[in-house]
Antibody, heavy 119, light 108 residues
Framework: EVQLLESGGGLVQPGGSLRLSCAASGFTFSHYAMSWVRQAPGKGLEWVAGINGLGSEPFYADSVMGHFTVSRDNSQNTLYLQMNSLRAEDTAVYYC????????????WGQGTLVTVSS | EMALTQSPATLSLSPGESATLSCRASQNIGTYLAWYQQRPGQAPRLLIYDASNRANAIPARFSGSGSGTDFTLTISGLEPEDFAVYYCQQRLIWPPFTFGPGTKIEIK
């Protein structure tokens, strides 16, 4: 059974940093690209960052380029999102997602971790 | 940049009725379109991929159609658990993997 378990969310002040983790199990982690998708309170879904299976090609939404970094450790089956210079508009539930395959959508989602940026 | 629009924003229906949801892309995306369902307080769930293929364990009452710029999600006979928000997502032109703004199906 595929499982994605996010951790690392919490309350942080504007300008602060946070690192999210996503522990994956139930599939061959290194074979699949992974992404982070966020959802601000009461709003829709926004893809923010993704990375290929090898971890060599990260890609980002314009809204987070330069202040978020996505990475993965295939030996630990874990996906990361390092978030720096956090702003109020980064407040959201952050979901870890697994892609079905190249050009395919996200077939598994974690339950999400809430990040709140506030003073 | 690619944009997706969804209509209507809200659909008020009764259990047993059928729902027709629309998603329109600003550029031709072939059949690289997916649909997700999000129930309150839950993570999204993949329903349809490549415009018309049901994901694993998705009931047959969910069907998708369309290609190019116009797509439809049909739910034939709404069950109580189908009252939720539905998002479309394109997978052809990225980054970003664009989502539509969502359609909420509410109980009439």
């Amino acid at each position: 059974e595929v499982q994605l378990l996010e951790s690392g969310g919490g309350l942080v002040q504007p300008g602060g940093s946070l690192r999210l983790s996503c522990a994956a199990s139930g599939f061959t982690f290194s074979h699949y690209a992974m992404s982070w998708v966020r959802q601000a309170p009461g709003k829709g879904l926004e893809w923010v960052a993704g990375i290929n299976g090898l971890g060599s090609e990260p890609f980002y939404a314009d809204s987070v380029m330069g202040h978020f970094t996505v990475s993965r450790d295939n030996s630990q089956n874990t996906l990361y999102l390092q978030m720096n210079s956090l702003r109020a508009e980064d407040t959201a539930v952050y979901y870890c997602t697994k892609e079905m395959g190249l050009t395919k959508p996200f077939d598994y989602w974690g339950q999400g971790t809430l990040v709140t940026v506030s003073s | 940049e690619m944009a997706l629009t969804q209509s209507p924003a809200t659909l008020s229906l009764s259990p047993g009725e059928s729902a027709t949801l629309s998603c329109r892309a600003s550029q031709n995306i072939g059949t690289y379109l997916a649909w997700y369902q999000q129930r309150p307080g839950q993570a999204p769930r993949l329903l349809i991929y490549d415009a018309s293929n049901r994901a694993n364990a998705i009931p047959a009452r969910f069907s998708g159609s369309g290609s190019g710029t116009d797509f439809t999600l049909t739910i034939s006979g709404l069950e109580p658990e189908d009252f939720a928000v539905y998002y479309c997502q394109q997978r052809l032109i990225w980054p970003p993997f664009t989502f539509g703004p969502g359609t909420k199906i509410e109980i009439k």
